[in-house]
Each structure stands twice: as structure tokens, then as C-alpha cells.
């Protein structure tokens, strides 16, 4: 008997989810095809990788050695993929993704022309929905990866910058800022704002700037805080207020003049974006491709 991927990358995910059952539900297998090939390994090296009990399992000496191993031929396979997909052009298959609202309703968009065109036999599902949904449908693996706009810290969740942006501050037709061609970040501090929900990425790289620059969040005055880009963006349009937001996603309200992006003197509101997905998954080559593409863009070169 050989060694094989398949057998680490299940003995990995055991060890890691801390049961059979748990480990047989994030790899769609049944329990006793994951115990035999956990036991097809142990017959393997000739010894006992796991100690089973009741509520819990535990590594032996040997399954710990076992187990840096383990994790480097699964991040091996990825890097593999990643390498060859830029030479796999007749991929076929679906990928399931979910993207945070700027990036699913903004950025993607407008990149999923290009890639169509190069896979045009990917089919691609996407789920516009909030950072804490995305994570909770990788988790129970409905989708293979999803794109966020701010980092998360999660123990089962592999993280990757793959995209850059900016905000910009954006006021409305008629404003007294609109047309200057620099202002102080001060200056904009004294004026009503309009802004995204807290816990939103654009609201957590606003008001993490602002506290670089001495300005505390709490101080500015808010009139209203919304929950999607497009209701602030109405709202800005309405003159409720100004606000921080993508400049991926008021390019149509900037080029029809109903909304202006006004620059800030010495100040720049940088921020990634960033993809997901489970530590114990392979990826398909599918999503390795999407990333890969991602990533080999300049993404002010699309928006």
C-alpha cells in the first residue's frame, strides 16, 4: 500500500474538526469511510495515529508528528493549483462564492465579463451577503470561498489579501466642497455624515484612518447610518450628507454629475479585499483559477 493525499488530507481534517462525524460532515463522506481510511493509514506507518473516547479524539506522539506533514501537503496541492491554473483554459464546473455587498454589487460585476470570456466553461453562483453569512455558509460548506472587505479572525479560516481599493469622500451636486481640488481632513470632519452600518468594511477602514490621523469616529456627526452602498449613496445624492465610499461604486452618480469625489489633502483611505475558505479544504481547481485571476489584476484597470 502507498501513501496517499486523500489519506492525510482526511487524518488532517479529523484531527482538526476533533471527530469522525464532524470530519465526515466537512468532507461529504460517511463516518465509516473516513474511520477506514484513518485506519488505512495507521496500518500504513504500523501505528496508532489517533486515540478514540467517547467525546473526544486526541493525537498520539505519532499522529502529532504526523500532523505539520499533513498540513504542508494539503497547502502543497494548493500551491500546485494555483501554479497550473494559469495554463488550464477548458475547465468545467460551477463555484459557489459569496462576496460582501461593495464587492458583489460593485467590483465583481464588472470582472466576471473578462473571466467568462477566458472559462467561459465555469459556470459561477455568487451570494451577495454580509461578511458573518459568508463565513457561516463556508463552515458548512455552501460555498467553497468567499471575498470580504475587512479581515477576519476565525480558527478554521485561511485568509489571503487578493485585491486592492480606495475610498474616497463623496458629497453631493451643490455642495460647498464639491469642485475643490484638495481639502483638509478637519475641514470634512464638520460636516454631516452619512454612513455604511457598524461592523461594515467601509465603515471599519473609515474609522480606523481617521483614528491614525487623531480624528476620534465618535466625534464626527452622523445624521444616518445605512445598510447598503446603494441607500447611501441616495442619501448622499438626496444632500443628507457626505461619506466615505468605494470609488468603484459611484462611478456612474460621478460621471452623471450627480455626485462628486472630492480628494483629501495627505490622506489616503487604502484598504484590501480579502478571500476565505476553510484551512482543512482543497479548493477545486475552479476557485483556484477565480483567485488567481483576481489577483493578476489591477483592479483600477476594470472599475
Known sequence: MALNFHQLHIFYTVAERGS?????GALHMTQPAVT???QSLEDYFGTKLLLRSTKRIDLTEAGKALMPYARRSIELIRD???????????????LQLGASLTIGEYILPRLLGP????????????????????????????????LIEAPVNHPDMHMEAVMSDELKLIVPKGHPLAGRTDVMLDEVADY??????QGSGTRLVMEEQLKRKNIDPADLKIVMELGSTGAVKSAVEAGLGISFLSASSVKHEVALGLLHIVPIHNVRFRRQFYSIYLKSAVLPISAVTFLTFLRERDLQQWL
Open 115 to 146: 473571466f467568462g470570456t477566458e472559462f467561459p466553461h465555469i459556470t459561477i453562483s455568487m451570494k451577495v451577503i454580509n461578511t458573518a453569512q459568508i463565513m457561516e455558509d463556508i463552515l458548512n460548506h455552501q460555498l467553497n470561498f468567499g
Open 36 to 38: 477506514m481510511q484513518v
Open 80 to 94: 500546485t493549483d494555483q501554479a497550473m491554473s494559469t495554463f488550464t483554459r477548458q475547465l468545467k464546473g460551477k
Open 20 to 24: 469522525f462525524s464532524a470530519a465526515a
Open 192 to 197: 454631516p455624515f452619512v454612513l455604511r452600518e
